[in-house]
């Protein structure tokens, strides 16, 4: 069993940055691949970033160049440094873990999810 826990999140200015962090409680995060997804107001959840256990990463479209996603396996922790925020990047962001080396824009491959952190972006 897996717990994540994102912190973060918080309002700021469209232009401006967030990192957002995700601790994973296990001995064995570091096989595990990591996920972040978002979900806005009236909207599903979508693939933002991906790693993988040997550090590959992955984006989606709208974030590639201003969203970075990286891992410190000696802190249990993956990270999303998030630059030049825009008002539609606003949403609950959620980091997901799958206990498989590969990385995953599905949502569906993921085994665990932590409770989100809200990211608002005033324009």
């Known amino acids: 069993q897996v717990q994540l826990v994102e912190s973060g999140g918080g309002l700021v200015q469209a232009g401006g940055s967030l990192r957002l962090s995700c601790a994973a409680s296990?001995?064995?995060?570091?096989?595990?691949?990591m996920g972040w997804f978002r979900r806005a107001p009236g909207k599903e959840r979508d693939f933002v970033a991906a790693?993988?256990?040997?550090?590959?990463?992955a984006y989606g479209d709208s974030v590639k160049g201003r969203f970075t996603i990286s891992r410190d396996n000696a802190k249990n922790t993956v990270y999303l440094q998030m630059n030049s925020l825009k008002p539609e990047d606003a949403a609950s962001y959620y980091c997901a873990a799958q206990n498989k080396a590969y990385l995953s824009y599905s949502l569906s491959t993921y085994d665990y999810w932590g409770q989100g952190t809200q990211v608002t972006v005033s324009s």
């Open positions: 296990g001995r064995t995060f570091s096989r595990y691949s």
């Open positions: 790693i993988s256990s040997n550090g590959n990463t």
